[in-house]
C-alpha cells in the first residue's frame, strides 16, 4: 500500500506532529508499506493562483476582511500549486494533518481515501495570542473550517476526547470522529538516574502567550519568595521571547532561569532534570508532556484540554488550574520538597505514557483505518459474494 502523510510545516519544525509523524513513516516503511512525507516550503508563498472554492460556506465575504483570512487562502492556493508542481504519482491512501492540506488533496485527488487527523485549534491558539476576537471574522472562517472538512474527508480524526468535544459545535456528526492520541517512540527517550542538588525544572513550548509563561514566571518568583532554591530552564523560542526576558529581570529571576532558545531534539536534554512544567492557556493535546513522561520527569500541567487527559492529579502528576500562578507555585513546591514524592509521580508518569501513547498503539490503530478505507480486492469480493 501506498501512502502519502501531507503535512503544513517542513517535518523539521517543532510540535507534536513532526516529533511523530517521520517515526511513523519509518514504522511503516520497515512494515513493508510505502509512506511518504509531503509538505510546504516555506520558501513558497505567493504562487498559488488558482481561486479557492469551499462547499459548506461561501468564504468570499471573508476576503479582505483580515491580513489572517488572506494569509490563509493564499496559503491555501499556494499548497495547490506546490502539490501539483511535486506529486507524480497516486497514492492508495492520503493522510493529511493540517485542514489546508486535507482540503487541497481532496480537490486534486478526489478518488483517493483521504484522512485527517486535527491536530490543534488555530482559532483558539490565535485568540489566546490576542490576534483576533472571538466570533469576529477570522473565527468565524476557521471554525466553518471543520464542517468543511467533515463533509470532505473519508474519516476525520482528532488526537482527544476534549479537542473532538470543542470540534462539535461545528460538525454534524461528532461522534464519528475517532480520537487516536499521539504517540512516541520509546527508543527517542532514555531516562538517566541522576541527583541533582538543587532542583531542575524545566518547559519546553513556543513563546507565545498561549503557553502561559508568564504565569510560570510569576509562579516561580512566589516559589522563590518561599525560599526554595530551583532553576528554570526554558527551551523554545518565539515572539514574546524578550518580553518574557525582561519580565523575569523585574521579576529577580535573572539567577534562576536560562533561556535556551529553539532545540531540534529537547528531548536528549530533558532526562537531565526533574520536574516538567507548562501552565498552558489551552491545548489539544500537549505532546511534550508525553514526551516529558517518557524521559521520567515529574509533570505539572494545567487543567485543560489534552493535558488533564494524560494527567490524574496526585497520581502520576499535578494538575492546576490556568492563570492561577498562586496554585501553580503551590504545585511546584510540593514537587521541591518532596523528592520521593515527585519520584513517585514520574514513575507513575512513565509507566502510564509508556503503555497509553506507544507508537506501536498509533501504528496499529492507523493500520486499522487505512485497512477500512481499502476497497476489497476481486478476489475478496467474489469471495464475499458467495458467501
Known sequence: MNILQALFFPPEQPGGVSSMVPYIQDRFNKLGWNMELFSLPKRVRGKGQEEVAFETFDHTPFIGSSPII?????????????????????????????????????????????????????????????????????????????????????????????????????????????????????????????????????????????????????????????????????????????????????????????FYGYMLHPEEFMPFFDIFVLPSRAEAFGSVFAEAALCWLALIGTNVGGIAEQIEDGVNGLLVPPEDPVALADAMEKMVADPSYRYNLARAGWDKAKKDYSLQRVISQLKRVYLSLQAPSEEEAVSEAER
Not at 491558539?125 to 473519508?154: C, W
Not at 504517540?183 to 538543587?198: C, L, T, W
Open 70 to 258: 488572506d494569509k490563509y487562502l493564499q496559503t491555501y492556493k499556494d499548497y495547490v500549486w506546490w502539490t501539483k508542481l511535486r506529486i507524480k504519482k497516486q497514492y492508495d491512501i492520503i493522510h493529511a494533518h493540517h485542514p489546508i492540506a486535507a482540503l487541497v488533496m481532496k480537490q486534486l485527488y478526489p478518488d483517493t481515501p483521504l484522512v485527517m487527523t486535527i491536530h490543534s485549534s488555530y482559532e483558539t491558539e490565535l485568540m489566546l495570542n490576542g490576534k483576533i476576537q472571538p466570533g469576529g471574522p477570522e473565527h468565524r472562517f476557521l471554525t466553518s473550517l471543520y464542517g468543511e472538512l467533515e463533509a470532505k474527508v473519508d474519516r476525520l480524526l482528532t488526537v482527544s476526547g476534549s479537542f473532538r468535544n470543542y470540534i462539535a459545535p461545528y460538525v454534524r456528526e461528532p461522534e464519528k470522529i475517532k480520537v487516536i492520541p499521539n504517540g512516541f517512540d520509546e527508543k527517542r527517550f532514555k531516562p538517566s538516574p541522576h541527583e541533582n542538588a538543587v532542583p531542575q525544572f524545566i518547559t519546553v513550548c513556543r513563546l507565545v502567550p498561549a503557553k502561559g509563561i508568564d504565569i510560570l514566571l510569576k509562579a516561580s518568583a512566589e516559589l522563590k519568595k518561599r525560599g526554595y532554591p530551583f532553576v528554570l530552564h526554558i527551551i523554545g523560542d518565539g515572539p514574546i521571547r524578550r518580553d518574557l526576558e525582561q519580565m523575569a529581570i523585574e521579576l529577580d529571576l535573572y539567577d534562576d532561569i536560562i
